[in-house]
């Protein structure tokens, strides 16, 4: 009996129609379930237990929420890949081999010990789950080795200094005024860079239907929990009463700026919006909301970085009640689609603005 294994790789905008699963390459062929499929593929791929001496890995490191991206993996057997050698492809438990074999540029080392698969313009969509798993086996008689391809981490404690500034490369000046003052403040560098770049693009003089203003998008109702602190700083007192439209237009005339407004000075903004998700912090640090989240997700340490994103998007009581409504499947509520998209895209940025140039990891006695 042959043991399987499994491969799980992600397809650029899987989309439903009557003509199957899109993605950039066009309909593609129906997947098969994994459970679907004889008695010895019928588990999820975190069900095997691998004995195999061989190294899969990814670049990039982790999965890339926020753009297209060249997807690579490496599947390294020192002992060498044989005839009888094979990898599977899946994607939320579906076997999706044959179309990432048809759409992939697989490559073999001279050595015939590595194998390399690349996905041009890969994307993976912000709306459905992506798990996405990797397999190997090195004939009949071997056990699988299993990888998972992780989601993007985002501590917001952390230090993780912006290394790499993607497509915003123009905006280093601003890239180390967060840095110097993100460390002042005690908070990760790079989820603020990623919060930045989400809410406004780097664009200071960015205007949200809203009248969400600056780096930061601070809104005039956040503003009032921020103006605390710092009581002194400009504030144009009549924009609370205009229009979108009327704001965005004294900003583009300079009649509303960083002199009389605060939002519009990036030093300012970006101060403002630390204060902001403090602000969010202090709120899931009372006793009660931090109970509610302790007995919600008792395994999910990493949740608070998540909650906290949420509600810088979309406030705290709105989390709270999709919470208190949904429990683990809070940001799958109807009143989160935005914040679900967003906490996403913020993760995603602040991995990879931390994660520059990454490389393969070498091969050493220890990893095989």
Known sequence: MNIKFVFAVFFLSLTTSCAGPMNPFGAVEPVQNINSQSPELARSPSSYISTTDAVIDFLPGRQNWHTAINF??????????????????????????????????????KDKKTIFYSLKNFRLTLDRENKISV??????????????????????????????????????????????????EGINPSLLAGLIAQESGFNPLAISWAKAIGLTQVTSLAETHVLKKFPEWPRYEDISGYSYAKVKSLILLGKINKKNEWRLNEEMSIKGGIEYLRFVESYWSINSNRKMVEQVFPDHPEILEEIILASYNSGPFRVKKAIERRGNDWLDSNTLNEAKKYVKKVKSYCYHFSNSGETYAPFSVSSL
Do not use: M, W
């Open 72 to 109: 690579r993996t490496r599947i390294h057997d020192h002992n060498g890949v044989g005839p009888r050698s094979k990898v599977k492809f899946f994607y939320n438990n579906k076997d999706i081999t044959e179309q990432v074999q048809k759409y992939s540029t697989k490559t073999l080392s």
């Open 135 to 184: 397999a190997y086996q090195r004939d009949d008689h071997s056990a699988p080795l299993i990888k998972h391809y992780e989601e993007p981490r985002c501590p917001i404690d952390s230090v993780q200094k912006v290394i790499d500034h993607g497509r915003f490369k123009s905006k280093k000046i601003t890239f180390k005024t967060i840095e110097k003052i993100s460390l002042e």
